[in-house]
């Protein structure tokens, strides 16, 4: 299999990963700023508007949340859409085929079903952060 280089990251990994260090999810965002995270506006806005949620305050302050998504987001190449794709059963996950396909992602990493039922898409793996992780992992001696 190719090594996984581009990646598009769902916005439920991504606060998965700021409000639980250390997680599945964190580990997949390691291993994918070894390559290149592809973000679009649309992810963009997705991502500060959930992390604003008050039910992440038990889990993390409202401004280690903010920074921890600026340092996210700086770490993005921005894709620009020309063409919306509507492909997914849960329209609002379409943003995230747009990137990848946009973007020349070589996967999606997300937890999302509606979105993980169509792997492959036109050639972009879409997978768990678990999986992902599995991939191209030469066990360590």
């Given at each position: ?9 769902d ?13 599945v999810?964190?580990n997949?965002?390691?291993k ?9 506006e649309a ?15 038990r889990?993390?302050?409202r401004?280690?949340r ?19 794709i ?8 379409d ?6 396909i ?7 990493i997300t937890?999302d ?14 997978l ?7 991939l ?6």
């Amino acid at each position: 299999m190719n090594q996984i280089k581009r990646v598009v990251l769902d916005t439920n990994v991504v606060v998965s990963a700021i409000v639980f260090p250390g997680s599945v999810p964190a580990n997949a965002i390691l291993k994918a700023r070894t390559g290149v995270i592809l973000a679009s506006e649309a992810m963009r806005r997705e991502l500060i508007e959930v992390l604003e949620r008050v039910r992440f305050d038990r889990y993390a302050a409202r401004d280690m949340r903010q920074r921890a998504a600026a340092e996210f987001i700086r770490g993005t190449i921005e894709v620009l859409i020309s063409n919306p794709i509507r492909a997914c059963r849960d329209p609002r996950d379409d943003k995230f085929l747009e990137a990848a396909i946009h973007g020349r992602a070589d996967a999606i990493i997300t937890g999302d079903l509606d979105l993980l039922a169509l792997d492959p898409f036109h050639g972009v793996r879409i997978l768990t952060p678990a999986a992902y992780l599995e991939l191209d992992c030469p066990e360590l001696d």
